[in-house]
Nanobody
Framework: QVQLVESGGGLVQPGGSLRLSCAAS????????MSWWRQAPGKEREEVAR???????????YTDESVRGRFVISKDNAKNTLYLQMNSLKPEDTAVYYC?????WGQGTQVTVSS
């Protein structure tokens, strides 16, 4: 049974940082193509970043240009965990963040950036 469980969200002031985690189980994580998405209130879910199956030394794509230089996606294959390090957070980063593998989604974790 595939499970994706996000954690690490919360309330942070503009300019702050958060690290999101996605604990994965039920599939071969080390060769999995993973991604982070987010959905802001009233908006469609959008992809933020993806990482290929090579893992931490592989190819990263930040599909949302607004996060380039601020967010870092990574995988720890030993821990079956996907991460999203988010720095220099802005109010417009406020959203529910989801990790994704194929047709599977986690339950999401809320990130709120506000002073």
């Amino acid at each position: 049974q595939v499970q994706l469980v996000e954690s690490g969200g919360g309330l942070v002031q503009p300019g702050g940082s958060l690290r999101l985690s996605c604990a994965a189980s039920g599939f071969k994580f080390d060769t999995a193509f993973m991604s982070w998405w987010r959905q802001a209130p009233g908006k469609e879910r959008e992809e933020v970043a993806r990482i290929d199956s090579v893992g931490t030394s592989g190819i990263y794509t930040y599909t949302d240009e607004s996060v380039r230089g601020r967010f870092v996606i990574s995988k720890d294959n030993a821990k079956n965990t996907l991460y999203l390090q988010m720095n220099s957070l802005k109010p417009e980063d406020t959203a529910v963040y989801y990790c994704n593998w194929g047709r599977y989604w986690g339950q999401g974790t809320q990130v709120t950036v506000s002073s």
